[in-house]
């Protein structure tokens, strides 16, 4: 009797059918319209709620019974490694609203607040994020400034939130904010755009992922009833920390889409294209060195992402694998697609072929959900907790 094969990138046939979906949906819908949206900065509206109201791609991770896709983080990982193969911008502004606000609400959140608010955000109806970092704090999270005091059946927000994936167009957003100062403790609120007080600031130009939309929050005298607040006043840094994990492996999934899309840039290119000496590309040995450990990079990080995929689980913590393929994967796509640009040339410094604008989207990779310097030092304390 042989042994039944599995396959770490599609455990199941609905993994693998989501995948082909995928693909269909990237190549029909999402390449088109990838480099255009680019060049303008501008957000494909339209398009990103057909992902709820056509698709049913938000809340994959949501159970079926409460209208989700009831499906795991290796799912989330599928999604957007192939939306990064064509527009990973675009996979930005999904990964803020799917995994930044809907997978921590939903995990996070009672069961009046997913009544209220749960429909509106898988159907695409709204359009939502979260908001953690600030103008003066990145990864020192706990130093946040944005304050919310209690006055009886409401609390007030008075602070500024910054670089928040889908700020311009987003109607309801997770906020973190300190409830006790002197303590650090912080708590989380749900917060619509509708809300007295809330205004968004200026839309940032970027280097990179330019079809996602990014901006600042600023909360002035902000009114959320009490009703908003997401679980137990000052104990949001536990949800913070544990959505953390799944963040960290959604964005790694964006590199490994990055890497194979300027693999095989580079790979076709190299041997179909271009010719140098009278011979293809591809037998100049400077050029084989490049391919060879472009490919041989790519697919280490994408066993690897996967890999920890399989283990992230919203009851259990698993911060030393998650900022693992959070330090290596950004840091191959990042090398990879400078690769690609070096094997193509000038073609690949000019915006004819999708690489270069590969490279400026990987850049964010590894500043974005936490840094890769941060991410060392995680892993350092945590190596240190258990040889300790």
């Known amino acids: 009797m042989s042994p039944v094969k599995f396959d770490l990138f599609n455990p199941t046939d609905e993994h693998r059918q989501l995948r082909e979906t995928m693909r269909r949906f990237v190549k029909d819908e999402l390449e088109p319209q990838a480099a255009a949206h680019d060049e303008r900065e501008e957000f494909n509206l339209k398009l990103f709620k057909r992902l709820g109201s056509e698709m049913g791609l938000f809340g994959l991770t949501v159970p079926g019974e409460e209208g989700g896709g009831g499906l795991d983080p290796v799912a989330s990982v599928i999604v957007i490694e192939e939306m990064s193969r064509a527009d990973p911008g675009f996979a930005l502004s999904y990964l803020a609203h799917e995994v930044l606000f809907v997978h921590n609400f ?4 009672s069961a009046e607040q997913r009544r209220r608010y749960l429909g509106n955000v898988l159907s695409g109806e709204w359009i939502a994020g979260m908001a953690m970092t600030e103008p003066e704090v990145g990864t020192d999270v706990l130093g946040m400034r944005t304050v919310a005091e209690r006055r009886g059946d409401r609390f007030v927000l008075n602070g500024t939130k910054q670089f928040i994936t889908n700020g311009p167009y987003g ?3 997770l906020v973190y904010a300190k409830t006790d100062p002197k303590k650090r403790d912080i708590s989380a609120f749900l917060v619509e755009s509708k809300f007295k007080g809330f205004s968004v600031g200026k839309k940032e ?5 330019r079809s996602s939309p990014t901006s600042c929050l600023v909360f002035e005298d902000l009114e959320v009833p009490a009703e908003n607040l997401i679980g137990d006043e000052g104990r949001a840094t536990v949800h913070m920390m544990r959505n953390l994990e799944i963040e960290r492996i959604t964005l790694s999934a964006q590199s490994l889409g990055i890497s194979q899309r ?5 790979s076709r290119y190299a041997v179909a294209l271009r010719k140098s ?3 293809p590309l591809i037998e100049h040995g400077q050029m084989q060195r490049l391919v060879a450990e472009s490919y041989a990079e790519t697919e280490a990080a994408r066993a690897f992402v996967y890999h920890v995929a ?3 689980d919203p009851k259990e913590r698993r911060s030393l694998g998650a900022a693992s393929a959070k330090l290596f ?6 090398k990879v697609s400078r690769n690609a640009i070096q094997v193509l040339g000038g073609y690949g410094y000019c915006r004819e072929y999708p690489v270069e604008r590969m490279l400026r989207d990987a850049i964010l990779l590894s500043i974005g959900g936490g840094t890769n310097e941060a991410m060392q030092k995680n892993i350092a304390r945590d190596l ?3 040889y300790g």
């Open 277 to 279: 000496f009278g011979r």
């Open 384 to 386: 240190q907790r258990e």
């Open 329 to 334: 994967a950004p840091t191959v796509g990042e």
């Open 205 to 209: 130009s970027k280097l990179g992922m």
């Open 171 to 173: 109607q309801l957003f």
């Open 310 to 312: 399989h283990q992230i």
């Open 106 to 109: 939903y995990h996070s959140g």
């Open 262 to 266: 300027c693999v095989e840039e580079m």
